[in-house]
């Protein structure tokens, strides 16, 4: 009997473990800001590294077993001393799109560091880090570099750029050129030589390349068309290693430039590929998700099958076979389901750090904030959100169309010029503020003029007295509505002002090449202050997909 019961118990128990594990998965893979994704694999586990522009910590290093669940282990920037993102560096510049790979027992990142350093690679032994500090690459101006190592041994590096005096020859033109490298140095050897402007003769903006060997054929993979309707990934062919290499017949290889906006993702490009232990390929990339035509979460991670075929033009990656096209649900890869833990809606500043979805701009050389006592303490500076400076100012990404972002607050002040509060944030230049100052709350709209620069139209939608020290701030966004709250506590929340408008911080008005953030933020606006803004939690939920 004892025995009956206990194969019954195994039978039940094995059926709602295996109802457990879906059969497909859904895409974005990776919600929210993450553009530009790398990968590699090392055994059976996947490493991914995506662009932060202005943003710190940088370039975050994520882990999978699956390629569907990742979690995020470290960034391979998360010293002030290894790279200086200095007040001044203006919105989208700064850390542009990496590339990782492993080579003989050490992880390399290798990226851009626009207005700040160029081209540099850092190692690790341990993905989770420590990195080292950067190995500065001298050499022609480039950007989105990558490394290549061929069956010798020989490192090779790739990046977008110029190098034969074709600058200028149509509108938009760029291409990828390659060069040996000395890894222990960073020293380029020989001379440069183009691979590439393209896969047509007026093709624009070709970035982002990614090289690979297969079956012993050399298949060069780049992005093209922007970042924005034309983005598309092509891909070219040689027998050699130097070239010439042949813009493949299929090209583009990946693209939904001729969907318009009535598909649900749009604008895909620039990724990476990654064969699986048991010989399968899948791809990473980015792409957006539109709500009625804006795409507020910006550019997004998302995963494809690929099947290696051979046609005439040589080894051609095909996505998604008998599709060809991005899909918010798919069949998932032939991989042991690995799920990793769930970000926690709520942080209570219980540990000693913050966590690794916090992020802040430009780098924090200054001590303006602490961890004590369960609370996130931010200090009051002359720094503010609207100039390109290092405010006062930790955020997490926005993942979701449907959300609700919270925070405690307890701030008391009787200056004028203080205020610490809740902000949900593109670029200095557009953003919302939900602030408590002396004896109100107010709601701020800022809003671009220009894509570029800081010119901005400042709005005060509403102001509110409010004289309590603690204060609950609440922004509940709903596609392009948000709704803005404060109260006492959770429980007894009113709203402040009418709806706004989150299309405001969209790609197709905002603009550029960051993303949507929101956080927790105190300034003292140009005055010096001794006063500390004390937050007792922060919850990101989202309310659905």
């Given at each position: 009997?004892?025995?009956?019961?206990?194969?019954?118990?195994?039978?039940?128990?094995?059926?709602?473990?295996?109802?457990?594990?879906?059969?497909?998965?859904?895409?974005?893979?990776?919600?929210?800001?993450?553009?530009d994704p790398s990968i590699c694999r090392v055994g059976d586990t996947y490493y991914m590294t995506h662009p932060t522009l202005?943003?710190?910590?940088?370039?975050?290093?994520?882990?999978?077993?699956?390629?569907?669940?990742?979690?995020?282990?470290?960034?391979?920037?998360?010293?002030?001393?290894?790279?200086?993102?200095?007040?001044?560096?203006?919105?989208?510049?700064?850390?542009?799109?990496?590339?990782?790979?492993?080579?003989?027992?050490?992880?390399?990142?290798?990226?851009?560091?626009?207005?700040?350093?160029?081209?540099?690679?850092?190692?690790?032994?341990?993905?989770?880090?420590?990195?080292?500090?950067?190995?500065?690459?001298?050499?022609?101006?480039?950007?989105?570099?990558?490394?290549?190592?061929?069956?010798?041994?020989?490192?090779?590096?790739?990046?977008?750029?110029?190098?034969?005096?074709?600058?200028?020859?149509?509108?938009?033109?760029?291409?990828?050129?390659?060069?040996?490298?000395?890894?222990?140095?960073?020293?380029?050897?020989?001379?440069?030589?183009?691979?590439?402007?393209?896969?047509?003769?007026?093709?624009?903006?070709?970035?982002?390349?990614?090289?690979?060997?297969?079956?012993?054929?050399?298949?060069?993979?780049?992005a093209e068309g922007g970042t924005n309707e034309n983005h598309a990934i092509t891909v070219f062919n040689s027998k050699n290693?130097?070239?010439?290499?042949?813009?493949?017949?299929?090209?583009?290889?990946?693209?939904?430039?001729?969907?318009?906006?009535?598909?649900?993702?749009?604008?895909?490009?620039?990724?990476?590929?990654?064969?699986?232990?048991?010989?399968?390929?899948?791809?990473?990339?980015?792409?957006?998700?539109?709500?009625?035509?804006?795409?507020?979460?910006?550019?997004?991670?998302?995963?494809?099958?690929?099947?290696?075929?051979?046609?005439?033009?040589?080894?051609?990656?095909?996505?998604?076979?008998?599709?060809?096209?991005?899909?918010?649900?798919?069949?998932?890869?032939?991989?042991?389901?690995?799920?990793?833990?769930?970000?926690?809606?709520?942080?209570?500043?219980?540990?000693?750090?913050?966590?690794?979805?916090?992020?802040?701009?430009?780098?924090?050389?200054?001590?303006?904030?602490?961890?004590?006592?369960?609370?996130?303490?931010?200090?009051?500076?002359?720094?503010?959100?609207?100039?390109?400076?290092?405010?006062?100012?930790?955020?997490?990404?926005?993942?979701?169309?449907?959300?609700?972002?919270?925070?405690?607050?307890?701030?008391?002040?009787?200056?004028?010029?203080?205020?610490?509060?809740?902000?949900?944030?593109?670029?200095?230049?557009?953003?919302?503020?939900?602030?408590?100052?002396?004896?109100?709350?107010?709601?701020?709209?800022?809003?671009?003029?220009?894509?570029?620069?800081?010119?901005?139209?400042?709005?005060?939608?509403?102001?509110?007295?409010?004289?309590?020290?603690?204060?609950?701030?609440?922004?509940?966004?709903?596609?392009?509505?948000?709704?803005?709250?404060?109260?006492?506590?959770?429980?007894?929340?009113?709203?402040?002002?009418?709806?706004?408008?989150?299309?405001?911080?969209?790609?197709?008005?905002?603009?550029?090449?960051?993303?949507?953030?929101?956080?927790?933020?105190?300034?003292?606006?140009?005055?010096?202050?001794?006063?500390?803004?004390?937050?007792d939690w922060f919850e990101n939920k989202n309310l659905k997909e």
């Open positions: 009997m004892r025995l009956a019961v206990h194969i019954i118990t195994l039978v039940i128990s094995v059926s709602v473990f295996a109802q457990t594990v879906p059969n497909k998965f859904k895409n974005p893979i990776v919600s929210g800001f993450h553009s202005e943003w710190y910590p940088a370039l975050p290093i994520m882990r999978s077993k699956d390629l569907v669940n990742w979690e995020k282990i470290g960034h391979a920037i998360d010293r002030v001393a290894q790279v200086n993102f200095q007040d001044g560096l203006d919105n989208s510049l700064g850390m542009f799109a990496p590339s990782i790979r492993y080579h003989e027992g050490i992880f390399y990142v290798i990226c851009t560091c626009v207005n700040c350093g160029g081209n540099f690679y850092v190692t690790a032994k341990d993905p989770s880090g420590p990195w080292s500090d950067p190995i500065w690459i001298k050499g022609p101006w480039s950007i989105d570099p990558t490394l290549f190592w061929d069956d010798d041994g020989s490192a090779y590096f790739l990046a977008a750029g110029i190098v034969n005096g074709n600058r200028g020859k149509w509108p938009g033109i760029n291409g990828i050129f390659m060069q040996e490298i000395n890894l222990k140095t960073g020293d380029l050897l020989g001379n440069p030589k183009q691979l590439t402007h393209g896969h047509a003769s007026n093709a624009r903006w070709t970035e982002g390349p990614r090289l690979f060997k297969i079956n012993g054929e050399y298949l060069l993979m780049v290693l130097w070239g010439p290499y042949i813009p493949n017949h299929a090209n583009p290889v990946m693209s939904h430039r001729h969907l318009g906006y009535t598909y649900p993702i749009i604008k895909t490009g620039h990724g990476d590929l990654v064969q699986t232990q048991n010989g399968s390929w899948w791809g990473v990339l980015h792409a957006k998700r539109p709500i009625k035509g804006q795409s507020v979460l910006c550019r997004e991670t998302f995963l494809a099958k690929v099947e290696m075929s051979n046609q005439e033009s040589g080894v051609t990656p095909i996505y998604n076979p008998g599709i060809g096209l991005l899909q918010l649900e798919q069949e998932r890869p032939n991989l042991p389901w690995t799920p990793v833990p769930q970000l926690s809606e709520r942080d209570n500043f219980s540990d000693d750090k913050l966590n690794l979805e916090w992020i802040c701009l430009r780098s924090p050389k200054e001590n303006w904030f602490k961890l004590e006592k369960n609370q996130l303490k931010l200090k009051l500076r002359a720094k503010v959100l609207d100039s390109l400076v290092n405010p006062s100012f930790w955020a997490q990404r926005i993942r979701s169309h449907h959300f609700e972002i919270s925070t405690k607050l307890s701030f008391k002040t009787n200056l004028p010029n203080e205020k610490a509060g809740l902000v949900v944030y593109r670029k200095s230049s557009t953003h919302y503020q939900l602030l408590k100052g002396k004896s109100t709350i107010d709601l701020i709209k800022t809003v671009a003029l220009e894509e570029t620069g800081t010119a901005s139209t400042k709005i005060l939608v509403t102001s509110i007295p409010y004289e309590k020290d603690d204060v609950v701030l609440k922004v509940k966004g709903n596609d392009l509505d948000l709704q803005f709250y404060y109260g006492e506590n959770e429980n007894s929340l009113n709203t402040i002002g009418e709806i706004q408008d989150f299309s405001i911080v969209s790609d197709e008005i905002a603009g550029r090449f960051n993303g949507t953030v929101a956080g927790v933020y105190a300034t003292s606006k140009h005055l010096k202050s001794n006063n500390w803004a004390y937050f």
